[in-house]
């Protein structure tokens, strides 16, 4: 039960980073990203080609910090991989959806999104392969936490975490004592009115990709050091993702946050009554349960 | 030459089989401009659906009714529209991209539970053995086929033609105008949300009568044919072809159709073997592009709409090229 709920409160920390720009974006384009999702599968696979490189550039670098199996490599490659996944995300919208949005509806934008991520995974497994990958080989014993009932944490799972949770909170405090901050929740709540207000609607756009990007890059990176890395992670959180969106309401960094944590925590307790094999379908319930009862969300705005 | 009229009679028996889905979603995206981001989902429950009802009986399985062909398949086709049913009375009234999501999420859905309920679906093993229509009358491997063939374009036929009737007819007007202009059509008295609650369970159960068809065909299913790639391989299908046009929802799955089995063909003959097993990674990259590249450069396929106009405003049919909705 416990344990459940650990696991669960970690997966939610990694959804949650996910749900961040997509909610975002959701928001100020007006349509549903199904390629979102990917930007942690180019930010895993983009910290291991950095990891790799650094490692072999310096070898001290490749040490592993305490008692995780992160090493200061890593640490440098993840902030790489978050440029790496911001600037995907901008010039995917430079190269499609700003093309598609000039012209077309907002449903075209959802098809053009479904077949970009089709597109992205699968040139992620024609260079990576379909095998599972590790960032360390490294055998990390789990620490026993308790033995009645039996309670293991990893170390690398603390540590993501704790990372999650200070990312959180850097983005709270630029949201809410920056001028930055500001425009972009204006932009967020009503582009229009936003605009009317001296806020420049592109550059926005362009930063909230780079942000979204960077967040998922630091959530598909923390995915794979708990787990591991497959071209399937971008696939496989789509949905999550878009349950914390739509339980916290579409538009609220807040909502998404807590949304995240709400569906990454109802995964882990379901464990206890389902076999693992139905867990991808968890999200689904979750969101058909908030649309049947508050289908704004948690803080969104009621739309009809 | 009995080889080749086989292989091409089994080319159309499938192409012909994906042309009926291709045209159930039009209904849905072409004439009323619902996104349905879950194909497979409603391909496999009129698949499973089907098998359930009409496939052998199996003591370790739950169905195996051994229904009559007809029975069976209507069983398939209402099983579908139940699904969409219940997913589109819950989304249709929001945001349009909340069905979008929920067909994408009844999809991860199904395709769970096909992998893993396993007294209902046989698992990842599937159902296998079911007697398909006419097999008792016809011996000849190579006949049966032939009418096979024939029973399936005598379905897409009837569907073709039923279609066509419906969006030439008044309701097919109000769902074109709908999906141009909702407010407009409420401000006449439209009730849009039941009007697209009906248009998306009538092209779902389509869909179901596609999957049913497919496991007619096979006497087989299993989680691989309700594979997220299937609903790439119809929305490719239905946008090359021309969304809002039915001949071109046609035409859209036979040219995919015949694009995807030639380049599987030419992959497994002329690529490296180390290649060899990224031929699937190979295929979906080249729908995706198909897809992404349609809407960028030809939105309107291949076929464009054509919007007839009524009788008594004017003679012969106004060529428009399809509406950005």
Redesign the interface.
């Given at each position: 039960m416990i344990q459940n709920l650990l696991d669960g409160i970690l997966t939610g920390s990694i959804i949650s980073l996910g749900a961040i720009g997509l909610t975002m974006v959701?928001h100020m384009l007006r349509?549903?990203n199904?390629a979102y999702a990917e930007l942690l599968a180019i930010g895993a696979y983009a910290a291991l080609v950095f990891d790799r490189v650094f490692a072999a550039l310096l070898p001290m670098a490749d040490q592993a910090i305490g008692p995780l199996s992160l090493t200061w490599s890593l640490v440098v490659a993840t902030l790489g991989a978050m440029v790496i996944a911001g600037g995907t995300a901008v010039i995917i919208d430079l190269l499609?959806f700003k093309?598609?949005r000039d012209?077309?509806?907002?449903?075209?934008m959802?098809?053009?999104s479904?077949?970009?991520?089709?597109?992205i995974?699968?040139?992620i497994?024609?260079i990576f392969g379909?095998k599972a990958e590790l960032y360390s080989n490294d055998i990390v014993m789990a620490m026993v936490l308790s033995r009645d009932p039996l309670l293991l944490v990893k170390p690398d799972q603390i540590f993501v975490l704790v990372a999650a949770v200070v990312l959180m909170l850097i983005f709270h405090i630029v949201l809410s004592r920056t001028s930055f901050g500001y425009a972009l929740r204006a932009v967020a709540e009503n582009p229009n009115l936003a605009q009317v207000a001296g806020v420049q609607l592109s550059r926005m756009v362009i930063m909230v990709w780079l942000i979204g990007g960077a967040f998922s890059a630091a959530a598909g990176v923390f995915y794979a050091l708990t787990n591991h890395l497959s071209p399937l992670i971008g696939?496989n959180f789509?949905?999550p993702v878009?349950a914390a969106t739509?339980v916290g309401g579409?538009g609220s960094v807040y909502g998404a946050l807590l949304g995240g944590f709400i569906v990454g925590i109802a995964s882990g307790l379901a464990l206890m009554i389902l076999?693992s094999?139905?867990?991808?379908?968890m999200?689904?319930?979750i969101?058909?349960a908030v649309?049947?009862v508050r289908?704004q969300g948690l803080f969104g705005e009621a739309?009809? | 030459m009995i080889g080749v009229i086989s292989y091409l009679a089994f080319f159309a028996t499938v192409a012909a089989i994906l042309a009926v889905a291709v045209l159930g979603l039009n209904l849905q995206w072409g004439n009323t401009g619902l996104f349905n981001g879950g194909v497979a989902a409603f391909f496999g429950a009129g698949a499973y659906g089907t098998m359930i009802l009409g496939g052998p009986a199996d003591p370790l399985q739950f169905g195996g009714f051994e229904l009559p062909y007809p029975i069976a398949f209507a069983g398939g086709v209402l099983l579908a529209a139940l699904v969409a049913w219940a997913v589109g009375i819950l989304t249709l009234r929001l945001r349009h991209d909340y069905l979008a999501i929920a067909t994408f999420g009844v999809a991860v859905a199904l395709e769970a539970v096909a992998r893993n309920a396993e007294w209902l679906t046989g698992g990842a093993k599937g159902l296998r053995g079911f007697s398909r229509p006419f097999e008792g009358l016809i011996t000849d491997q190579f006949t049966y086929n032939l009418v096979f063939l024939g029973f399936v374009l005598a379905v897409l036929i009837a569907v073709y033609i039923g279609l066509e009737r419906l969006v030439r007819s008044p309701y097919g007007r109000v769902l074109r105008a709908i999906r141009e202009d909702e407010v407009a059509a409420r401000a006449l008295g439209k009730n849009a949300t039941r009007l697209r609650l009906e248009a998306f369970v009538l092209g779902s159960a389509i869909l179901g009568a596609s999957g049913a068809l497919y496991v007619s065909f096979y006497a087989f299913v299993s989680p691989q044919d309700m594979a997220p790639i299937l609903t790439f391989q119809i929305w490719a299908m239905l946008i090359v072809g021309g969304a809002g046009n039915n001949r071109g929802a046609v035409l859209g799955a036979f040219l995919i159709w015949g694009a995807w089995t030639s380049s599987g063909f030419l992959l497994a003959k002329f690529a490296p073997t180390s290649v060899q097993i990224y031929t699937g990674s190979i295929q979906y990259i080249l729908i995706g592009f198909v897809i992404v590249g349609m809407l960028l450069w030809r939105p309107q396929g291949l076929l464009p709409e054509r919007i007839e106009r009524t009788k008594g405003t004017g003679k012969g049919a106004a060529r428009v090229s399809a509406p950005q909705s």
């Open positions: 959701m349509f549903a199904f499609v093309r598609i012209k077309a509806d907002a449903l075209s959802v098809f053009a479904f077949g970009m991520a089709l597109i995974r699968n040139v497994t024609l379909l696939h789509l949905l878009f739509i579409i076999p094999g139905y867990i991808p379908a999200p689904f319930l969101i058909l649309l049947l289908p739309q009809t | -």
